[in-house]
Antibody, heavy 118, light 108 residues
Framework: QVQLVESGGGLVEPGGSLRLFCTAS????????MSWIRQAPGRGLEWVSY????????YYADSVRGRFAISRDNAKSSLYLQMNSLRADDAAVYFC???????????WGQGTLVTVSS | EIVLTQSPGTLSLSPGERATLSCRAS???????LAWYQQKPGQAPRLLIY???SRATGISDRFSGSGSGTDFTLTISRLEPDDFAVYYC?????????FGQGTKLEIK
């Protein structure tokens, strides 16, 4: 069955960096676009970024463009999110999700928590 | 950026009743790229509806989606206890996504 497992979250100081990981299984990873979506504590969902199946197209929300970088390794069925210059308002649970035919996200991981605090 | 506004913010209903949730866009959205999700506390969102009216795999036929242009609706007929959760709409366009702020469906 389709599984997405995120890791790499933790506590980081403002201005610091963190790299998130998402390991996929149960489907042909290289056939799908993938997304990162976040949710601040007690708040709604916010799209962060998505990447095309081959990795040659990366798209970002205005709030993270220039600070975050999405990438993937299809040989390892893995998705990454490099987060730099982190701010307090980046604190959230970060979910990776598979993008289906109509740009809906049909499978989600359980999320990894990023805390930004000094 | 297209803004999605969901209403009501909170909907209080009893099991067995019918729920109607609204998602209004600030400009026209392609029906192909309008989705609905359900999220329960401590869980990841679950895809319910894609392309405005198509049910995702394994989703009960009590869930239905409709609408076009700027007005979309998620209807849940005959509410069951497991349906009480937060519901989000989402649209894709111009290489970006936006989500509505959510509607909390609570037991009356």
């Amino acid at each position: 069955q389709v599984q997405l497992v995120e890791s790499g979250g933790g506590l980081v100081e403002p201005g610091g960096s963190l790299r998130l990981f998402c390991t996929a299984s149960g489907f042909s990873f290289s056939d799908y676009y993938m997304s990162w979506i976040r949710q601040a504590p007690g708040r709604g969902l916010e799209w962060v970024s998505y990447i095309t199946s081959s990795g040659d197209g990366m798209y970002y929300a205005d709030s993270v463009r220039g600070r975050f970088a999405i990438s993937r390794d299809n040989a390892k069925s893995s998705l990454y999110l490099q987060m730099n210059s982190l701010r307090a308002d980046d604190a959230a649970v970060y979910f990776c999700a598979r993008v289906k035919n109509y740009y809906d996200n049909d499978y989600w991981g359980q999320g990894t928590l990023v805390t930004v605090s000094s | 950026e297209i803004v999605l506004t969901q209403s009501p913010g909170t909907l209080s209903l009893s099991p067995g009743e019918r729920a109607t949730l609204s998602c209004r866009a600030s400009q026209s959205v392609s029906s192909s790229y309008l989705a609905w999700y359900q999220q329960k506390p401590g869980q990841a969102p679950r895809l319910l509806i894609y392309a405005a009216s198509s049910r995702a795999t394994g989703i009960s036929d009590r869930f239905s989606g409709s609408g076009s242009g700027t007005d979309f609706t998620l209807t849940i007929s005959r509410l069951e206890p497991d349906d009480f959760a937060v519901y989000y709409c989402q649209q894709f366009g111009s290489s970006s996504y936006t989500f509505g702020q959510g509607t909390k469906l609570e037991i009356k």
